[in-house]
């Protein structure tokens, strides 16, 4: 609980010091850039620091942190992608154990099976937006899709983080850092139940794919049956071609048995 405090007093005095200047936006890009691959990077926070702080005091601009915050986890992402890519994602301690190892197999599933919905959702997840990158980038899945997908998913949360920031720092117009404080901690549990919701979510599906491929394979039976017979009775008709094949050189013999006619060919006349 303590270092939840600290980390919350440290943001806030940041914020408070380095909303009104020129750069705040260039950090806002780099820590988006890094939380793409190293979860523990606050950049979600401080986007919805700083859009609270613009709607009690005007600065900085939101659409400007909200382009620095698309932009950034969008390269990020990409960034991630190639990690994954060229080095896989098991160098990651985090993700080989515990909550991160249970985001990486949920984000191969995810892939395979609805791709466009879990880059969407994944990114509300903690370690979920790293555990898809880099699986992503493992299983060599296709970059074009990817990189279009990340950017339609990067979009929305960037709008969200500024969206939520904003509605708080409307609250509290007259106290910077209470707006401030509210809108984080707002962040904060909206993250957690969309967590929740986006986990029942994908448990769903996967139950209801589960039983699609299960009912698919009932189906599949009486057509495999029907092949095997079809199959069966090409062997029986088979086996009686051959055997009028291994017959048909009797019938031969019999043709070219002698009969009564003479030797000469001719039938022998009979006695008058």
Do not use: K
């Not at 896989?88 to 949920?106: I, K, N, P, S």
């Amino acid at each position: 609980m303590n270092t939840v405090a600290t980390w919350m007093t440290a943001i806030q005095d940041w914020v408070l010091a380095a909303g009104d200047t020129w750069w705040v936006q260039f950090v806002v890009f780099g820590l988006c850039t890094v939380d793409a691959f190293f979860p523990t990077v606050p950049s979600e926070s401080v986007i919805v620091a700083l859009s609270s702080l613009w709607a009690s005091s005007s600065v900085p601009p939101i659409w400007l942190t909200a382009l620095a915050g698309w932009g950034g986890a969008f390269a990020g992402d990409n960034i991630a992608y190639l990690i994954g890519r060229t080095v896989g994602w098991e160098r990651f301690g985090f993700l080989r154990r515990g909550r991160g190892l249970a985001a990486v197999q949920a984000a191969e599933r995810g892939l395979d099976r609805r791709a466009l919905l879990f880059l969407m959702t994944a990114r509300y997840i903690p370690f979920g937006r790293t555990a898809v990158n880099l699986t992503a980038g493992a299983v060599r899945y296709p970059w074009r899709r990817f990189w279009r997908r990340s950017l339609a998913a990067t979009f929305v949360w960037s709008a969200y983080s500024c969206a939520i920031g904003a509605i708080a720092g409307s609250w509290f117009e007259d106290n910077h850092l209470l707006a401030i404080t509210v809108a984080v901690v707002i962040a904060v549990v909206v993250a957690l139940i969309v967590e929740r919701l986006v986990s029942l979510l994908n448990n769903r599906l996967d139950r209801r794919h589960d039983r699609a491929v299960e009912t698919s394979g009932q189906a599949d039976a009486p057509e495999q049956a029907a092949a095997a017979v079809r199959a069966d009775s090409e062997d029986e008709c088979a086996d009686v071609d051959s055997d009028d094949a291994q017959a048909e050189p009797s019938r031969s013999v019999e043709r070219d048995l002698p009969t009564d006619e003479g030797h000469d060919g001719r039938r022998a006349a009979s006695p008058t």
